[in-house]
């Protein structure tokens, strides 16, 4: 499969607890996206990367959030301190830019954390 | 204000029928991409139709059109000949400053969604 991948699809875990998540985007897209969808909302940017780098982070990725993509190909999000409102799904795009006129995103799957 | 508004939480419609699926947006910005995403309960947002604020025409794939209407900011999907499979979340998007070179983010901005439930 040459889609976008993200593991886990599924994380509960405890208030508190630090989680990692995994995206591995479409082998040749430079740019990666990281969204936060929350339950009857659309999803809401977080952070890009063009290649390794980091580029923009919205308010919305506080303090407790990090994300990586080493090499410039899988890229990891972290969240520490886990909070109830963490709950949410987490959506992974690529995108190879600039090639066609509107760049369209492939998203992944998702994965969806839970936080008790 | 928001960038992006679905006013119709829900819309159902018998199989076969036509669809229309509202969307209004509000940009200063010249230059802009308005998307349709199908979201399943799988939860993969799935690219539909793309319509650029400078084509003159307005996109089609397949069943889907999309009512482009500039001077309103609307970008209505309408679906045709609905089935059964086109029962899930549809989200409009807009990507703003297209010309800005790279570096900028250019992410998608969403909607709130419609459920759309195809009837048999």
């Known amino acids: 499969d040459t889609g976008v991948s993200q593991n886990p699809r599924h994380k509960i875990t405890k208030r508190g607890q630090n989680v990692t998540f995994r995206c591995d985007p479409i082998?040749?897209?430079?740019?990666l996206y990281w969204y936060r969808q929350t339950l009857g909302q659309g999803p809401e940017f977080l952070t890009y990367f063009q290649n390794e780098a980091q580029l923009e982070k919205s308010r919305l990725l506080s303090d407790r959030f990090s994300a990586e993509r080493p090499k410039g190909s899988f890229s990891t999000l972290e969240i520490q301190r886990t909070e109830q409102g963490d709950s949410a799904m987490y959506l992974c795009?690529?995108?190879?830019?600039?090639?066609?006129?509107?760049?369209?995103?492939?998203f992944g799957p998702g994965t969806r954390l839970t936080v008790l | 204000a928001q960038k992006i508004t679905q006013t119709q939480p829900g819309m159902f419609v018998q199989e076969k029928e036509a669809v229309t699926l509202d969307c209004t947006y509000d940009?200063?910005?010249?230059?802009?991409?308005l998307f349709w995403y199908k979201q399943p309960s799988s939860g993969e947002m799935i690219f539909l139709i793309y319509?650029?604020?400078?084509?003159?025409q307005n996109a089609t794939e397949g069943r889907y059109s999309l009512n482009f209407q500039k001077a309103r900011k609307s970008a209505n999907l309408v679906i045709s000949a609905s089935q059964l499979g086109d029962s899930a979340m549809y989200f409009c998007a807009m990507r703003e400053a297209l010309m800005i070179s790279s570096g900028s983010a250019r992410q998608l901005t969403f909607g709130s969604g419609t459920q759309l439930t195809v009837l048999p």
């Open positions: 082998s040749e897209h430079n740019r």
């Open positions: 940009t200063s910005d010249p230059s802009y991409g």
């Open positions: 795009a690529s995108s190879l830019e600039p090639t066609r006129s509107y760049n369209e995103q492939f």
């Open positions: 319509q650029g604020s400078y084509d003159q």
